[in-house]
């Protein structure tokens, strides 16, 4: 049966190019919308854990895996003296980076599943809201697992399938509910945004394909080599001054209980903490 919206979308183009000006539209979404607030102190909190586990006088080199155009993060960790470098898949992105920090040679060309980074060379790795989109989960925490020096870390950002929400809504696709949907519903989605609906997320040319839990993370981590795991709860110290006395106690049964703890990593299973094991 014909069907005249697809087959005037796609005359005369190849179907695997998906949506007409679909990466027009999302770099100039996408370049709109890089406002972070907050960030100065969102890095403090990351800086603080990263000492815990590696130790301040050996924290001194920190790549960012996918800066964007507006790399804030690298901005700010510059500014506190960290010898710094970026990656950036997307051509425009790194010339919009680039002019922004107003200096060459800190964002790279490259992708999470191959940086252009040297073995060893890093001692803490920052792949924040990349997972999600690569094309193989594993490969990106093999590259980061290969960069990092021995006792380095990556902190990683990403999805939780498991998270709820009173509105049902998620940062990545506008479908009601979307990461508690069968695999199998999820791929349809996947399938219609670049083909049909570029609006299903928000005109990304890569949007979230793969959602974890904090467990799956550990999982794909030892595969690629690493050794321990860390929440950000279990790195959050109970002597914190800024935590009121009714969330010292919470954190302290979530530190103390494996089934509290698992249970709060439901919600807030989507940060994670890599340890490569030190050389003997």
């Not at 586990?53 to 790399?71: E, M, N, Q, S």
């Not at 490259?110 to 594993?138: C, K, Y």
Request: glycine share 8%; net charge neutral.
């Amino acid at each position: 049966m014909k069907n005249p919206k697809r087959d005037d979308l796609y005359e005369n183009r190849t179907f695997t190019e998906g949506y007409p000006d679909l990466e027009s539209i999302s770099t100039e979404r996408y370049g709109s919308s890089q406002e972070i607030e907050g960030e100065q102190e969102r890095l403090q909190k990351v800086l603080a854990h990263l000492d815990r586990l590696i130790g301040t006088d050996r924290l001194r080199r920190i790549a960012v895996i996918g800066c964007g155009p507006r790399p804030e993060t690298v901005s700010i960790l510059m500014g506190l003296g960290y010898d710094v470098v970026a990656v950036e898949p997307v051509e425009g992105f790194l010339r919009a980076a680039t002019s922004f920090l107003g200096t060459d040679g800190v964002v790279k060309r490259g992708s999470a599943e191959d940086m252009p980074l040297e073995t060893e060379s890093q001692d803490a790795l920052l792949l924040e809201s990349v997972l999600e989109h690569v094309e193989s989960p594993i490969q990106s925490l093999r590259e980061a697992f290969r960069v990092l020096a021995p006792g380095g870390v990556a902190l990683v950002v990403t999805t939780n399938r498991l998270e709820l929400s009173l509105r049902g809504v998620n940062a990545e696709f506008n479908v009601p509910y979307y990461n508690w949907l069968p695999a199998a519903v999820k791929e349809g989605y996947v399938h219609q945004h670049p083909h049909y609906r570029p609006e299903l997320a928000n005109y990304a040319t890569r949007p979230a394909v793969h959602w974890f839990t904090f467990s799956r993370l550990c999982d794909l981590g030892r595969a690629a080599g690493f050794a321990r795991f860390y929440s950000h709860l279990d790195l959050m110290r109970q002597d914190d001054p800024s935590l009121s006395r009714a969330k010292r106690n919470v954190l302290r049964l979530v530190q103390a209980n494996p089934w509290v703890r698992a249970l709060a990593l439901t919600q807030l299973g989507g940060v994670v903490f890599m340890w490569k094991r030190l050389t003997a």
